[in-house]
């Protein structure tokens, strides 16, 4: 099975400007999905819940509001519902039967993206199961909620043109550093375009130490009006690096530049799937229709046709990994931020930004304005922790 796309670069242009009301009006309607869902997702966490029943409701709620609108274009979920727990760091989106239960103290990552005809709105938010929210947490889970939050904020008022991406590492670093933490290895902000989630520009959270000087040149590039981003802040307790957790992968994405004749029907199934319904998207495993299609998992990976994204981990099971991202438009009149702020946890750290710094000199400023709380959406009717169909999970070479 092939797919062959007919993508002139003058229309990649002329979809991709955010001169276009058209293209500003889909990218804040895709983020408006994604911050109501978001919101609703966070009212979830608390003991005792299912991060599957979590995840689903996410990805079910998306899916309930992309199918109410714009009945000719292509919508749904641009990044499957995850619910990354304490020392996990990305892609936590577990089966039925693999899920975590969550308990008090656990820090929890919720990431999430909806996409309107390919435009997309993404973000995360970390929170805190509190049994008692009129008692601050503390300790090195606040140290690293409020560290990851104020990077996040003193980021998103240099992402203007000419900002230059090492600058903003080291803004990022910088902030870390304040609160006892690190950036987290691996993970990144990321240039966004229509049906895009990774284009060709990033910037690391973790600018390697020992990397030459003229490699960091090349990676080096400057903001450029026109630009859309996934500002994705990812901080950590420990010292930065990462390791394979015990975790198969749970997401994955398809690969557009290969293609391949398959024999076995589980993973012509399971292709034909991913191509209906998630086209060039993340998608979690759990989202495959059945266990006939999971089974064609394992053969779309051996040809190279899906690329898995793993969930690693922080190198010590005590660190602790925050998470805030969000999506920014770079347009000639100024930075739009599309995905909203929501409630933070009542956290409370021993410590903080010193004044004079350049952080606290980008904290300072006024120039961000926050989106508007979501609006004209149409009403969805979505169960949380509504019944599975029964299905034996199934065991695969992954």
């Known amino acids: 099975m092939e797919l062959t796309?007919?993508?002139?670069?003058?229309?990649?242009?002329?979809?991709?400007?955010?001169?276009?009301?058209?293209?500003?009006?889909?990218?804040?309607?895709?983020?408006?999905?994604?911050?109501?869902?978001?919101?609703?997702?966070?009212?979830?966490?608390?003991?005792?819940?299912?991060?599957?029943?979590?995840?689903?409701?996410?990805?079910?709620?998306?899916?309930?509001?992309?199918?109410?609108?714009?009945?000719?274009?292509?919508?749904?979920?641009?990044?499957?519902?995850?619910?990354?727990?304490n020392n996990l760091v990305q892609?936590?989106?577990?089966?039925?039967?693999?899920?975590?239960?969550?308990?008090?103290?656990?820090?929890?990552?919720v990431e999430l993206g909806a996409h309107i005809d390919g435009y997309i709105g993404t973000a995360a938010h970390t929170t805190v199961v509190n049994v008692d929210p009129s008692q601050p947490v503390t300790g090195k889970a606040a140290d690293v909620i409020a560290a990851a939050y104020y990077a996040q904020e003193a980021v998103l008022r240099m992402m203007k043109p000419g900002t230059s991406s090492t600058d903003i590492s080291r803004?990022?670093?910088?902030?870390?550093?304040?609160?006892?933490?690190?950036?987290?290895?691996?993970?990144?902000?990321?240039?966004?375009?229509?049906?895009?989630l990774r284009a060709s520009k990033e910037v690391d959270n973790r600018?390697?130490?020992?990397?030459?000087?003229?490699?960091?040149?090349?990676?080096?590039?400057?903001?450029?009006?026109?630009?859309?981003?996934?500002?994705?802040?990812?901080?950590?307790?420990?010292?930065?690096?990462?390791?394979?957790?015990?975790?198969?992968?749970?997401?994955?994405?398809?690969?557009?530049?290969?293609?391949?004749?398959?024999?076995?029907?589980?993973?012509?199934?399971?292709?034909?799937?991913?191509?209906?319904?998630?086209?060039?998207?993340?998608?979690?495993?759990?989202?495959l229709s059945n266990n006939q299609a999971r089974l064609g998992l394992p053969a779309l990976l051996t040809h190279g046709l899906v690329t898995p994204l793993f969930t690693t981990r922080s190198s010590m099971a005590s660190d602790i990994v925050a998470q805030f991202k969000l999506t920014v438009l770079i347009t000639a009149t100024g930075a739009i931020r599309t995905t909203m702020p929501q409630t933070l946890p009542y956290v409370h750290s021993e410590f903080s930004v010193p004044a004079g710094t350049a952080t606290a000199t980008l904290l300072q400023s006024s120039d961000v304005k926050n989106p508007k709380a979501p609006s004209g959406l149409p009403s969805v009717d979505v169960v949380f922790g509504a019944a599975v169909p029964e299905e034996q999970d199934v065991e695969m070479e992954l």
């Open 5 to 85: 796309l007919q993508y002139p670069q003058a229309k990649f242009e002329a979809d991709n400007d955010l001169a276009d009301a058209n293209v500003i009006s889909k990218y804040k309607i895709a983020a408006n999905i994604a911050n109501a869902t978001l919101a609703m997702v966070l009212e979830k966490i608390a003991p005792g819940v299912s991060t599957f029943a979590i995840c689903r409701y996410g990805d079910e709620l998306i899916q309930a509001y992309t199918s109410k609108m714009f009945k000719e274009a292509e919508k749904g979920v641009a990044v499957p519902t995850c619910v990354t727990v």
């Open 171 to 196: 803004v990022i670093a910088e902030t870390a550093a304040f609160f006892r933490c690190n950036p987290v290895q691996d993970t990144f902000s990321a240039q966004m375009k229509r049906f895009v």
């Open 207 to 287: 600018i390697d130490p020992e990397m030459p000087a003229h490699e960091l040149e090349k990676r080096e590039f400057t903001l450029e009006h026109n630009e859309v981003y996934s500002l994705n802040i990812v901080l950590t307790t420990g010292d930065g690096r990462v390791k394979d957790s015990e975790h198969k992968a749970m997401v994955y994405q398809r690969n557009v530049n290969k293609s391949y004749a398959l024999k076995m029907k589980s993973s012509r199934q399971a292709y034909s799937e991913i191509n209906a319904k998630h086209t060039v998207f993340p998608f979690a495993m759990s989202a």
């Open 91 to 109: 892609y936590y989106t577990p089966l039925a039967s693999e899920a975590y239960t969550l308990k008090a103290g656990d820090v929890v990552k």
